[in-house]
């Protein structure tokens, strides 16, 4: 009798065991021709390289028999090289939302590309001071938005509006160096950029 109810004491305590779940995955599945970074809780930034996929582990607090459903609201940075999160309500592009987990289970967010992109590399030994990007309609250069302080050998990337039939245009950049007020220029009239493409510019030496 006294074995039979050790057996039985021993396969409750495995039930209630394995009924404990703590932790969570943030699955991303990054659907984009170029990477997207992501930042879960504060914690290390992830790269997701193109057409990647990635988990990211969450810590709970562990959820049994008697605990109830366990879950967890943390804080998520995702910037896409050709993607945006988008808040609908205020129409507005951002990079910042949260998510919702629950101990043991596995959530998993899809990612299309929804910007285009232009990225700078200075390949010189000389600071640029800003890069101004042109919105040309073949009638007037609009200035539609800057990249500041690239340090040699560092790149910055700027995701950008992409071309529609409805709405045509393409890209040209003016690329200022520190203590100069003549730009270099890169793009003309077929720097056309689609959804989830890049103009990629290597900047180097001249002289």
């Known amino acids: 009798m006294r074995t039979y109810l050790s057996y039985t004491l021993l396969a409750a305590i495995l039930i209630l065991l394995s009924a404990c779940e703590s932790g969570a995955k943030f ?20 790269i997701i390289n193109a057409n990647s996929i990635r988990s990211i582990d969450i810590d ?12 967890r609201t943390v804080p998520v940075k995702i910037i896409g090289e050709t993607y945006s999160l988008e808040d609908k309500i205020n129409n507005l592009w951002t990079d910042n939302t949260s998510i919702t987990v629950e101990a043991g289970q596995e959530l998993q967010a899809y ?12 390949n010189t030994d000389t600071k640029i001071r800003e890069v101004w990007v042109y919105k040309n309609d073949g009638i007037i250069p609009n200035l539609y938005t800057t ?13 950008v509006d992409y071309y529609t039939p409805s709405n045509p245009f393409f890209y040209q950049l003016h690329v200022f160096f520190e203590g100069s007020s003549e ?18 510019i290597e900047v180097v030496n001249t002289k």
């Open 27 to 46: 699955t991303v599945h990054n659907t984009c021709a170029y990477p997207v970074y992501v930042t879960v809780d504060s914690g290390a930034e992830v």
């Open 147 to 159: 990249i500041s302080d690239i340090e040699p050998g560092e790149s910055k990337c700027k995701r």
């Open 111 to 122: 990612l299309k590309p929804n910007r285009a992109s232009i990225k700078v590399l200075n």
């Open 183 to 200: 730009p270099l220029i890169y793009g003309d009239a077929s720097t056309i950029l689609n959804k989830d493409q890049q103009f990629y």
């Open 60 to 71: 709970t607090h562990t959820q049994g028999l008697f605990t109830g459903t366990v879950k």
